[in-house]
């Protein structure tokens, strides 16, 4: 398991538009890809479970993925959420 943290720099947060982006990044992998704000966690792979989460703009998540491809795809969602997931 490869884990590491990243601020959201997504100036409405993570609201339908880039929680999509996120989950649709996330579904090229094989690997589990969840993360973890404020004591919960969220699949990535689930538009609804991100949304859920709540999070803000400046807000820090800690992404972790497990499995057979997990170190590229901590790679690709940490400069897609880096990158402001298109906004």
Known sequence: MVRQ???IKNPTGLHLRPAGILCKEAMQYKSLI???FRDNTA???SVLSVLGACVK???EIEVAC???DEKEALASLVK???SGLGE
């Open 5 to 7: 943290k990243v601020t």
């Open 66 to 68: 497990e499995g057979p």
């Open 43 to 45: 699949n990535a792979k």
């Open 34 to 36: 969840t993360f973890t």
């Open 80 to 82: 897609a959420i880096e």
């Open 57 to 59: 703009c400046g807000d």
